[in-house]
């Protein structure tokens, strides 16, 4: 790629920021909260779980740079482990960004549903709310991309917006949260609790590092990049700085104005803060552009999670309808409809928010800890790269030895809390592997 064509250090921190933040902060703020024991439990896990963003993200871009291929994320699974691994471990990813699809559009509808008070709203009018958005953006999708790309780079500005509108809130006037109880939430875990300290610390983080998700994408860019070996560590600081700091700032701002207590009993707790100090007309308008900031989620998803169904049917590992595309506007359609059904199914499956973050946070332990350990496979075979010039993080194998191992304290702490949960997505991996094997067998026969 020519240098002309390369991303420079600005836009490929802008790139680290983009993909990061999203609308979880708008909804995962008040689960954290709910499972944190103080107030330091609570920015403990949200700094920690900026850390381990950045652990990740190091680690994905030297991924990246030593193996750049297209759909990199699906490719390093298939030269990295054996065929069944790399299928089934890339079938609960593409089941976990359904869910988190699912999870969103859950955000989405909560806060709609907030614009008409006095109904006695349920789960399952708020799955309703939020299949109806699926099969919206289902249909946009089904135009082509030019329609959906355009779509997308409008909801982003209304999200950008949201999340700058809830850290102004911060240095506006309003009324102290209730004093009391934010003295009785900071009283100090003397050490002999350090056991449930840390078992609050796992599952308050199950929310944030859901919130802070997306920097796995890197591995998409680590050949894109000039001076890749400067570049690539200086924007991934940076992007991951700036992210921490906005959400840390809009955490604040809830802790600060709603106050830690009341931040567990809430679900739309942005809602809350808005109407604090813009009053309830502020908050609908907020909730209303919120919605359609979501939205932005459930799109992006929609357009990116049938291509990698497209690349494993080209790998031979998905039947070749999920390669065919529509002849009028190259639409994948048969993966973009089984992508969207199964959205739906796992949302009247689980049909709240919880249920769904951790069922998504146990299948990407999995994801995350198979990926990034393709790191030390890489070094290895492409050992004839170093001093090329490619992206070579510091600090290995420390940095990805701590991401790993998060990821297991991660799914340790789901399968504490949900065990249920936590056997269900075991199961969902073993399935995968089985219909692999079937699969196989069935196209050596050629039958």
């Not at 020519?2 to 790139?15: D, E, G, H, P, Y």
């Not at 700032?249 to 009341?262: D, E, R």
């Not at 309830?280 to 552009?289: E, H, I, R, Y």
């Not at 951790?358 to 350990?373: K, Q």
Request: glycine share 8%; proline share 3%; with cysteine.
């Amino acid at each position: 790629m020519s240098s002309k064509q390369q991303l420079n250090l600005f836009s490929f921190t802008m790139i680290v920021v983009g993909l990061v933040i999203g609308m979880g902060i708008f909804r995962s703020a008040a689960t954290s909260a709910s499972h944190a024991i103080t107030p330091a439990v609570y920015f403990t896990a949200w700094i920690l779980g900026g850390f381990i963003a950045l652990c990740g993200a190091l680690t994905y871009a030297e991924i990246g740079s030593r193996y750049p291929v297209t759909g990199g994320y699906y490719k390093i699974f298939s030269y990295a482990y054996h065929p069944s691994i790399a299928f089934a471990v890339n079938c609960i990813i593409l089941i976990s960004n359904a869910a988190s699809l699912s999870a969103v559009a859950l955000i989405g509808s909560g806060y709609i549903t907030r614009l008409i008070p006095g109904v006695a709203w349920t789960d399952m009018h708020k799955a309703l709310i939020s299949c109806a958005a699926i099969l919206f953006f289902y249909l946009v999708n089904l135009r082509g991309l030019t329609i959906s790309s355009r779509a997308q780079n409008i909801l982003m500005i209304i999200k950008i917006g949201m999340i700058a509108v809830l850290i102004l809130a911060l240095f506006l006037p309003h009324p102290p949260a209730n004093a009391a109880l934010v003295v009785e939430n900071n009283l100090v875990v003397g050490e002999s609790d350090w056991l449930m300290w840390v078992k609050s610390l796992g599952t308050s983080l199950i929310a944030v590092c859901f919130t802070y998700g997306g920097y796995q994408q890197t591995i998409n860019f680590g050949s894109e990049v000039s001076e890749p070996a400067r570049n690539i560590p200086r924007g991934i600081f940076i992007g991951i700085g700036i992210i921490i700091t906005l959400y840390l700032l809009a955490n604040f701002s809830y802790y600060h104005i709603v106050g830690f207590q009341q931040m567990k009993g809430e679900k739309e707790i942005a809602y809350v803060l808005i109407q604090t100090i813009f009053g309830k007309t502020g908050a609908d308008v907020f909730s209303f552009f919120l919605f359609f900031g979501v939205l932005a989620y459930v799109n992006a998803l929609l357009m990116s999670n049938p291509r990698v169904m497209f690349a494993m049917s080209e790998e031979g590992v998905l039947p070749g309808i999920f390669s065919k595309k529509s002849s009028k506007n190259e639409v994948l359609v048969a993966s973009l409809t089984v992508f969207a059904a199964i959205c739906i199914v796992i949302l009247f499956f689980a049909q709240t928010f919880e249920k769904i973050l951790n069922f998504t946070m146990f299948l990407d332990c999995f994801g995350m800890v198979a990926s990034s350990a393709t790191i030390f496979i890489l070094r290895k075979r492409t050992a004839h790269l170093d001093g090329t010039g490619i992206f070579k993080m510091k600090l290995f194998p420390l940095l990805p030895l701590l991401f790993m191992a998060a990821y297991c304290f991660l799914g340790v702490s789901i399968f504490i809390q949900t065990p249920n949960t936590a056997l269900l997505g075991l199961a969902v991996l073993a399935a995968f592997m089985v219909i692999y094997f079937i699969f196989r067998r069935r196209k050596e026969e050629g039958v």
